[in-house]
């Protein structure tokens, strides 16, 4: 509910049933909050109780103040959702106000919006994606291999303009596979951005590699091609040059690849470039995902398009991907028998889940589109908003908006977007903060880190000031107003109501 909306609602104990009669009926809410002179709560009326009143003759004189003498079911700023509800379902009432320390109501919570969650970023499916699953019942082939994985490959392959593709389990799997087919032995050294997922680094630990940190550019809140450079200065002068540097494309974003493979290149270390966020994007004109010696792409659940799970290892050399379908597939020898020489993973993707992603591959530029006309939504709603620092899209990248995000800046910036958040989950609206950064991770406890300048934190800042807003295709106008709604709410309140530049 909007600060203005919620202020319709606040109404003095000296205004008339007439007067309030007029008022529900402008707000069509149910519901009037009956404030004492200090602004505080006194009690609430629902059209309930004006209807009863009608019925016991009160006078259109009568004030409201006197309608009730009940104390209000009311909860504090640190209730969520469930316990919201939870009292709703205790007092069997719809609507509860919410309470500041000084007893004055800041926002208003609807039973019916608790009815539905709206997600931050939930699978989008459709039509196509039925047909081929539908295919692999039908030919029984079901269990990992199968026709659709090899469509899925070469159908993605082709998209994103690169040679080869092997499907995986999970971009997880990809990573890992990655890191072995790039050499990465026990004891190495591998650079990766520290403003991502888990699952780009975890495979490191897995090789018994050691991981070295490398923050973000504020420009892109990709990986900062000085802290990179720093960081290859030091590996030289301390004998720990990389086996290779995984390079994260950000929420959807491309890195900076122009200043970062360069550098890659002048000490002859490998990309491994982890688009799992990314899939869709372009860096100019060139597919995010096409730049690495290898690559990787998720279809997590959440991800732009899904298998449900699944992943994709792509490069343009065939060995490579030919050693990658080996290793995925238990490293079995060519013999009639079950032969092993080496260590080998159950990594392929299943049949039915290539058809899924055949299907959705197919509306994978119409899924971009939607979801920068979410983040486009976000920014016209919020122009007036002028504290709001949305994720930059940098010149010459096209990015898919996987998940919108912004930070609020600030030395009280990482309060006010914790208590923006919490709003948000007041309301059923799933927002998160920004990745925390792998160097502030206690798995990663003590790995070297790079930032971007001498005491210059940006991933760590980006993480204490950073929210990710719903930002699905399938996300619709009606659940996006009631994100913005909520969010406008929240910035005001915090604001004292001068927020607005």
């Known amino acids: 509910m909007s600060p203005d909306g919620l202020q319709a609602l606040c109404v003095a104990p000296e205004l008339t049933l007439r007067e309030a009669l ?49 104390a209000p079911i009311t909860v504090g700023e640190e209730a969520d959702a469930a316990s919201v509800l939870l009292c709703m379902d205790q007092h069997q009432i719809d609507h509860i106000p919410v309470l500041d320390g000084a007893g004055k109501p800041v926002d208003l919570i609807f039973r019916r919006e608790l009815s539905q969650r709206v997600w931050l970023s939930s699978p989008h499916l459709g039509e196509e994606e039925t047909l081929f699953v539908e295919d692999a019942f039908k030919t029984n082939w079901i269990a990992p291999l199968g026709p659709h994985v090899d469509g ?28 072995i087919l790039l050499g990465v032995k026990p004891g190495d050294t591998v650079f990766c951005s520290s403003l991502t997922f888990v699952g780009s680094c975890n495979p490191i630990l897995y090789c018994g590699a050691k991981p070295v940190f490398i923050d973000s550019e504020p420009e892109s809140w990709n990986m900062s091609p000085a802290a990179l450079e720093r960081a290859f200065d030091w590996a030289r002068r301390e004998g720990r040059m990389p086996s290779c540097v995984i390079l994260v494309n950000l929420y959807g974003q491309s890195a900076d690849m122009d200043a970062l493979l360069p550098i890659c290149e002048r000490y002859g270390v490998p990309v491994l470039e982890d688009a799992a966020e990314s899939l869709g994007a372009h860096y100019k004109g060139k597919s995010s995902g096409a730049f690495g010696k290898i690559a990787v792409y998720s279809f997590n659940g959440n991800k732009i398009i899904t298998t449900s799970g699944g992943g994709m290892l792509v490069a343009d050399d065939p060995d490579l991907i030919a050693r990658a379908r080996k290793l995925s597939t238990q490293a079995r020898e060519p013999a009639p028998h079950y032969e092993h020489t080496e260590v080998g993973f159950n990594y392929r993707m299943s049949n039915v889940l290539a058809g899924i992603g055949r299907g ?54 990482e309060e ?12 059923l609206i799933e927002a998160r903060p920004v990745w925390k950064p792998m160097h502030l991770q206690p798995l990663f406890e003590g790995a070297p880190y790079f930032s971007h300048e001498p005491g210059v934190d940006i991933s760590a800042d980006l993480f204490r000031r950073g929210i990710c807003l719903p930002s699905g295709s399938n996300l619709g106008s009606v659940q996006q107003d009631r994100v913005i709604d909520h969010l406008q709410h929240a910035l005001l309140m915090m604001e004292g109501h001068h927020a607005l530049a």
């Open 22 to 70: 007029l008022r529900m009926d402008q707000t069509a809410r149910g519901i009037l909050l009956v404030l004492n002179a200090s602004g505080a709560l006194r009690h609430t009326i629902t059209d309930g109780d004006l209807r009863r009143a009608i019925l016991k003759n009160a006078g259109d004189s009568v004030p409201v103040g006197s309608l009730s003498d009940t």
């Open 152 to 179: 899925f490959e070469g159908e993605l392959a082709a998209h994103v303009g690169v040679a080869h593709a092997a499907a995986v389990s999970s971009g997880t799997a990809a990573i890992h596979l990655g890191l």
């Open 360 to 413: 959705q591959l197919r509306v994978l530029e119409q899924r971009v589109s939607q979801r920068r006309r979410v983040f486009e939504r976000y920014v016209e709603a919020m122009a007036d908003f002028r504290q709001i620092q949305w994720m930059p899209e940098p010149k010459g990248c096209h990015s898919t908006r996987w998940l919108t995000c912004f930070a609020l800046p600030g030395t009280d910036g």
């Open 416 to 427: 006010r977007s914790r208590q923006v958040m919490k709003a948000l989950e007041r309301h």
